[in-house]
T-cell receptor, first 114, second 112 residues
Framework: DVKVTQSSRYLVKRTGEKVFLECVQD?????MFWYRQDPGLGLRLIYF???????EKGDIPEGYSVSREKKERFSLILESASTNQTSMYLC?????????????FGPGTRLTVL | DQQVKQNSPSLSVQEGRISILNCDYT??????FLWYKKYPAEGPTFLIS?????DKNEDGRFTVFLNKSAKHLSLHIVPSQPGDSAVYFC???????????FGTGTRLKVLA
């Protein structure tokens, strides 16, 4: 059973703080993803990593950075949190198979920036 | 520019009846499609997938249909159960990538 865990379920931070969201997967997946989910907007891709130390920008990377130092761990960093980054953050992982490609999601982190 | 659209934000269905959730896309280079179910305060759960070389895939109560000429995807749930009440997302993958583009979701409510 694939397991994707996220460090916090709920987080409250203040404007300007640096925020770290951690994601760990236990299935040796090569690909890892960070999304945010907002009402009426669905899931939007922030960043994507296809290997250790490799990253690629998604659709909304502004205000975010990522780190992947180990295969199982993918971190999302908000350098200076702002109120418009209040959202549900979802991490996902997948293996490198174009023929049977499924992303497995973590439980999400509900971030509130005050 | 929304490449994957779920035009119905919500849908209500009686228990035991069929639920049909729709998804339209604009990019003919999408080659793989997924459906996810999401409960509040949880991550999305994978339901069913379909490759662009097929037009139907079935898994228990869930069937996904793909009409490539119409660029339309639908998920059928038969029979619908109260536990199916959730938000459903469709997602499409551009050929040659591992990234998916998600729709905005449809909230399904199955009435007992």
């Amino acid at each position: 059973d694939v397991k994707v865990t996220q460090s916090s379920r709920y987080l409250v931070k203040r404007t300007g703080e640096k925020v770290f969201l951690e994601c760990v997967q236990d299935m040796d997946h090569e690909n890892m993803f960070w999304y945010r989910q907002d009402p009426g907007l669905g899931l939007r891709l922030i960043y994507f990593s296809y290997d250790v130390k490799m990253k690629e920008k998604g659709d909304i990377p502004e205000g975010y950075s990522v780190s992947r130092e180990k295969k199982e761990r993918f971190s999302l960093i908000l350098e200076s949190a702002s109120t418009n980054q209040t959202s549900m953050y979802l991490c996902a992982s997948s293996t490198i198979s174009l023929s049977t490609d499924t992303q497995y999601f973590g439980p999400g982190t509900r971030l509130t920036v005050l | 520019d929304q490449q994957v659209k779920q035009n119905s934000p919500s849908l209500s269905v009686q228990e035991g009846r069929i639920s049909i959730l729709n998804c339209d896309y604009t990019n003919s280079m999408f080659d793989y499609f997924l459906w996810y179910k999401k409960y509040p305060a949880e991550g999305p759960t994978f339901l069913i997938s379909i490759s662009s070389i097929k037009d139907k895939n079935e898994d228990g109560r869930f069937t996904v249909f793909l009409n490539k000429s119409a660029k339309h995807l639908s998920l059928h749930i038969v029979p619908s159960q109260p536990g199916d009440s959730a938000v459903y997302f469709c997602a499409a993958r551009p050929s040659g990538t591992y990234k998916y583009i998600f729709g905005t979701g449809t909230r399904l409510k199955v009435l007992a």
